[in-house]
C-alpha cells in the first residue's frame, strides 16, 4: 500500500539557520508529491509539488525540494528560517483521487 | 479568486443538536472534500465529491451526512455526535477528482460537549 513517512515528528532551528525535512514515500509508479504548511488552527497551505521533469522544485516561502527516486524521498529545504516558518509540515502523495499524508512534521524556531 | 471559505470558524454543539458545516469555493472546482483532523494528526479523509456526486464515503459513521447542493458549495450535516467527534473539519477542493492540487479551507473547529 502507499505511505509517506517522515521520521522526524519535531525539529527545533534558530533563525537564520538552513532546514531540511525528510519524507520519504512508498509508491509503485511515479508519484505525486505534495509538501504542504499547517499553522496552529489553520487550514492547509500547498508549499510546492513534484509531478515529473526537473528533480528540484521551487515553491513558496523560499522553500525547495527534491525528489530522488532511487532514495524515494521528497525532502524540503530552506536555506535561511525565519520565525513565522513555525508550523506544522505535512508531505503527502495523490493516490486514486486521495491525497495520503505523513504524520507530519513540527518545526519550532528560535530567535 | 483561489479561496476555499468555511462557516462557522468555531461550532460548540452537544450531543442532541443538529447542526451544519458549510464550505464554498467559487474555482470552478468540480471535485470537493471533506477532511477530519484531530490534534496533532494529519488530516484524514472523509468524503469526496466528484461533479456534485458522492464518490468515495471513507466508512464515516452515518451521523455526519455530506451534501453537496451545486458545484460551488459542500455542506457536512452532524447529528448526534459524540465528544470523540471534536476536531478541525477542513474543506477542500480541486480541479477533478484526478487532479492533483488540492486547496484546503480554514476549517471549523467543531467542540462536542
Known amino acids: 500500500a502507499q505511505s509517506v513517512t517522515q521520521p522526524d515528528i519535531h525539529i527545533t532551528v534558530s533563525e537564520g539557520a538552513s532546514l531540511e525535512l525528510r519524507c520519504n514515500y512508498s509508491?509503485?509508479?511515479?508519484?505525486?508529491l505534495f509538501w504542504y504548511v499547517q499553522s496552529p488552527g489553520q487550514g492547509l497551505q500547498l508549499l510546492l509539488k513534484y509531478f515529473s521533469g526537473d528533480t528540484l522544485v521551487q515553491g513558496i516561502k523560499g522553500f525547495e525540494a527534491e525528489f530522488k527516486r532511487s532514495q524515494s524521498s521528497f525532502n524540503l529545504r530552506k536555506p535561511s528560517v525565519h520565525w513565522s516558518d513555525a508550523a506544522e509540515y505535512f508531505c503527502?502523495?495523490?493516490?486514486?483521487?486521495?491525497?495520503?499524508f505523513g504524520t507530519g512534521t513540527r518545526l519550532q524556531v528560535f530567535p | 479568486d483561489t479561496e476555499v471559505t468555511q462557516t462557522p470558524k468555531h461550532l460548540v454543539m452537544g450531543m442532541t443538536n443538529k447542526k451544519s458545516l458549510k464550505c464554498e469555493q467559487h474555482?470552478?472546482?468540480?471535485?470537493m472534500y471533506w477532511y477530519k483532523q484531530k490534534a496533532k494528526k494529519p488530516p484524514e479523509l472523509m468524503f469526496v465529491?466528484?461533479?456534485?456526486?458522492?464518490?468515495i464515503n471513507e466508512s464515516v459513521p452515518s451521523r455526519f451526512s455530506p451534501e453537496c447542493p451545486n458545484s460551488s458549495l459542500l455542506n457536512l450535516h452532524l447529528h448526534a455526535l459524540q465528544p470523540e467527534d471534536s476536531a478541525l473539519y477542513l474543506c477542500?477542493?480541486?480541479?477533478?477528482?484526478?487532479?492533483?492540487?488540492?486547496?484546503f479551507g480554514p476549517g471549523t473547529r467543531l467542540t462536542v460537549t
Open positions: 477542500a477542493s480541486s480541479h477533478t477528482s484526478s487532479s492533483y492540487e488540492q486547496y
Open positions: 465529491y466528484s461533479y456534485e456526486k458522492l464518490s
Open positions: 474555482m470552478g472546482h468540480r471535485a
Open positions: 509508491y509503485g509508479a511515479t508519484p505525486y
Open positions: 503527502a502523495v495523490h493516490n486514486t483521487d486521495k491525497l495520503i
